[in-house]
Nanobody, 116 residues
Framework: QVQGVESGGAWGQPGGAWRRSCAAS????????MGWYRQAPGKQRELGAT???????HYVYSVTERFTISRDNAKNAAYLQMNSLKPEDTAVYYC??????????WGQGTQVTVSS
């Protein structure tokens, strides 16, 4: 079972960069594929990036080459480095397994607002 606890929210201008962190509870974090999701205002939550247990990464088209997902198994943590931020990146960001399994739960998320 996994529950992510995401770092605090942030606001900034287009072109900026932030790093979000997620501390995952549950056992055997190192054995889980992890993902970063986001939910933009008025839209459904969507998966944006994943990282396998071996460190292989995958991104959806809209964040490719701008976002980098990483993990630290010793800290049960996943990270999302976001560069060249755009207003359309404004969303609440969550981490969880892709897809979440029975018993997994969502954290409170972290609000990221990109606006000039």
């Amino acid at each position: 079972q996994v529950q992510g606890v995401e770092s605090g929210g942030a606001w900034g201008q287009p072109g900026g960069a932030w790093r979000r962190s997620c501390a995952a509870s549950g056992r055997n974090f190192r054995l889980h594929v992890m993902g970063w999701y986001r939910q933009a205002p008025g839209k459904q939550r969507e998966l944006g990036a994943t990282i396998t247990t071996g460190g292989s990464t995958h991104y959806v088209y809209s964040v490719t080459e701008r976002f980098t997902i990483s993990r630290d198994n010793a800290k049960n943590a996943a990270y999302l480095q976001m560069n060249s931020l755009k207003p359309e990146d404004t969303a609440v960001y969550y981490c969880n397994r892709p897809p979440p399994r029975p018993g997994d739960s969502w954290g409170q998320g972290t609000q990221v607002t990109v606006s000039s």
